[in-house]
């Protein structure tokens, strides 16, 4: 009788209601319950989500794409990590100090200093060149150095099977210096991770005769897949330059290491880059490839315009992305309509190297640098690089020891390397 009478009562004063008012107050009413829901739902979620630090970066915004990279490629993954600044990243460099002076500086400018957690290892031959990485004593960290003297390494079966010396200018021995640089950096990774007790998330390799025009961009590190360069494959993998974490770089720096399963598994009279790409895929790494904005610079003459198999010589002044290309600086004699024309004559499996945005402007490289190239890199290059340069000419011989003193009291780990003295007095 009670619940009956209530009913009536609330029935009636339902009835008295304006249904005007009714009908606009229940839609905000409901809304209001939604949002409150919605907001303790997420910042649920992002408590959850923060929760778990090893995953942050797969639930992070994708990294910006740095200005002056673009690729005509299959866009990067949309898992590319973000915050890279709070990774271990290793910066292995490797090769002869030939043209340090213009290269090193946009290295330390484009690589380094756009990561300064990056650990920086050198693994060079000593030579009259040496000299010249004294530039590297503005590096943000210094983690390992090797300057050595270069020896012949005994040639075994399994590599003289597995490699050939055709179109190598050293034959099979000169692969297996530039291996043995390569895999060498790798063993001064491991024994500073042993000797710190720590791990790397990414090792970054790079050539010492690199010229970098743009920044090594977050996009390029790819969790679980190795990439490379694209074009200057030599019908394998371009292998001037890569960036993995540490289990796909492990892999691509073991170049001396892996050579007797590739000799197992049937390999036979591979250049540098066949080798390479037979590395990857005999140990199940994925790997892709990518525009990247550095060229290499080189002293050797090639013939012009390029043949079928040649091989192009970017200008140093080309926008880019050389992706590891042949470069100096020129003048340039061949862009636009006339690159399309020589690229287009090239095996695209070969020497060819990706033009697309006209981003490629050709050298004729059939002889000796041109006078006045010096002030032609210093416009391309910028004042900062350009002072670097003059630097490194008008360097004396004690402000070079001083330098080297510099760097191997900055050196965090191992310093495996002749007398100062002796390094500098070979080039000056």
Request: charge should be positive.
């Amino acid at each position: 009788m009670v619940k009956s009478h209530r009913r009536l009562i609330t029935m009636k004063w339902v009835s008295g209601l304006d249904w005007r008012v009714l009908i606009f107050a229940v839609p905000c009413f409901s809304l209001l319950i939604f949002f409150s829901i919605s907001s303790a739902a997420t910042t649920a979620t992002l408590n959850s989500i923060s929760s778990f630090a090893p995953f942050k970066p797969f639930f992070s915004s994708r990294a910006p794409q740095s200005p002056g990279i673009q690729s005509n490629s299959t866009p990067l993954p949309a898992r590319v990590p973000a915050g890279l600044n709070g990774s271990r990243i290793a910066v292995c460099l490797v090769g002869g100090a030939r043209r340090f002076e213009l290269t090193g500086p946009s290295i330390m400018e484009k690589i380094l200093n756009q990561y300064p957690n990056s650990d920086l290892f050198l693994h060079s031959p000593l030579d009259q060149n040496a000299f010249k990485f004294s530039l590297l004593k503005s590096s943000p960290k210094i983690a390992a150095v090797r300057i050595f003297r270069p020896e012949p390494i005994p040639e075994t079966e399994p590599q003289l099977r597995v490699l050939t010396a055709r179109n190598s200018p050293n034959g099979i021995q000169g692969l297996l210096q530039y291996f043995n640089l390569v895999e060498g950096c790798l063993n001064m990774i491991k024994a500073y991770q042993k000797e710190k007790n720590f791990t790397y998330d990414w090792v970054v390799r790079t050539r010492v005769d690199g010229y970098w025009n743009a920044p090594l961009a977050p996009e390029y590190f790819v969790p679980g897949e190795y990439v490379v360069p694209s074009g200057s494959n030599y019908g394998g993998l371009n292998d001037r330059f890569g960036v993995g974490d540490l289990s796909t770089s492990t892999v691509a720096l073991s170049r001396l290491a892996l050579v007797p399963q590739l000799d197992l598994s049937g390999f036979r009279q591979l250049n540098s880059e066949t080798a390479f790409r037979a590395q990857l895929t005999t140990q199940s790494v994925p790997y892709l490839t990518k525009r990247v904005p550095f060229c290499v610079v080189s002293d050797r003459k090639y013939g012009f315009p390029p043949e079928r198999f040649g091989v192009p010589v970017a200008a140093m002044s080309s926008p880019g992305p050389l992706s590891g290309a042949k470069c100096r600086p020129c003048e340039p004699v061949c862009q636009g309509p006339c690159v399309a024309e020589v690229m287009g004559s090239l095996n695209k499996g070969w020497s060819w190297t990706d033009w697309a945005g006209g981003g490629l402007q050709l050298c004729d490289a059939h002889g000796e640098w041109e006078k006045g190239w010096e002030q032609r890199f210093d416009r391309v290059a910028g004042p900062k690089l350009a002072r670097a340069r003059k630097r490194v000419g008008a360097l004396r011989l004690k402000d070079c020891v001083k330098d080297f003193e510099e760097m191997k009291n900055r050196t965090a780990g191992s310093w495996d390397a002749p007398p100062a003295n002796e390094i500098c007095k070979l080039g000056l």
